[in-house]
């Protein structure tokens, strides 16, 4: 599976909320509960460590929660984001003893779960990884299966499994039928075995959440350019050299504009 970079701002959000509740407070009269001065520690570590990562300085990130960890052992959220960072640095094992030690503490945290496999993914282990997505879309009280459902697609698309993997962006979609990350899966998996009036209506659909992703449009342009829709195919390219000028991408869309023109 294609590492991606983490939600970060929605892990920072949740995690200074978290964060808030952990002190004690979720707005009212009532007066909040001081956390004991270790825990408040931890949590002052624990912040640091959410900024570090919303801003990608990672090296910083990870002493905060390696602290914030030492202070509050038990507290599975602090070994997460320590292991969103090892992952976001690559480092596989670490990454994998930091979610391990969460679903120890929160057997039912699938966001722990998700992340473990892809860590295990990029380390090889593509059945393992597939557990640990299967686990998560058994639990039936899980709200967003459809994320789950994306990695089970992107891990079957790697294992050479393209039949199975749009199978599995058919059932993400099936359970969120406006999860632009699926539609543009599907896409990128019809795409590869020529099934391109399928693939470019996918594109289509994805379009409004990828304006700004020029690897979108390169894709999405290929396609129209292969399947000879040659207006769909300049908006898109034209989109690359204009978001991206001087990247490959850039460059291969210039050469296919000329085709065109």
């Known amino acids: 599976m294609k590492r991606t970079s983490s939600p970060l701002p929605e892990a920072l959000l949740a ?3 978290l964060a808030t509740l952990l002190l004690g407070g979720c707005g009212g009269s009532a007066r909040p509960t001081q ?3 270790r825990q408040q520690e931890a949590l002052n570590h624990y912040r640091k460590g959410l900024l570090g990562l919303d801003q990608k300085r990672y090296a910083e990130s990870l002493k905060e929660f390696e602290e914030a960890v030492r202070l509050d052992p038990q507290n ?3 070994r997460y984001q320590l292991g969103q960072v090892h992952y976001s640095l690559g480092e596989w094992d670490a990454a994998e003893a930091a979610l391990r030690e969460v679903t120890k503490l929160d057997p039912y945290n699938a966001d722990a779960r998700l992340l473990l496999g892809a860590v295990l993914s990029e380390k090889g282990q593509r059945q393992a990884a597939l557990d640990e997505f299967r686990t998560v879309l058994a639990n039936r009280n899980y709200s967003t299966p459809e994320k789950a459902w994306v990695n089970v697609a992107l891990l079957y698309d790697q294992m050479g499994n393209p039949e199975e993997a749009i199978g599995s962006y058919h059932k993400a979609l099936d359970a969120n039928p406006h999860y632009a990350r699926a539609h543009y899966g599907l ?3 019809l795409d590869k075995l020529d099934r391109l009036k ?3 209506a996918e594109y289509e659909i994805a379009a409004p959440d990828y304006e700004d992703s020029s690897e979108f449009h390169y894709r999405a342009g290929l396609a129209c350019f292969r399947a000879g829709l040659k207006e769909q195919a300049k908006q898109h390219l034209g989109m690359v050299v204009q978001k991206s000028p001087g990247t490959t991408d850039a460059v291969k869309a210039e050469e ?3 085709l065109i023109r």
């Open 35 to 37: 956390a004991p001065p």
């Open 15 to 17: 995690g200074l909320f």
């Open 76 to 78: 599975a959220a602090f």
């Open 256 to 258: 296919l504009l000329k």
């Open 187 to 189: 896409a990128q998996a």
């Open 198 to 200: 399928e693939a470019i």
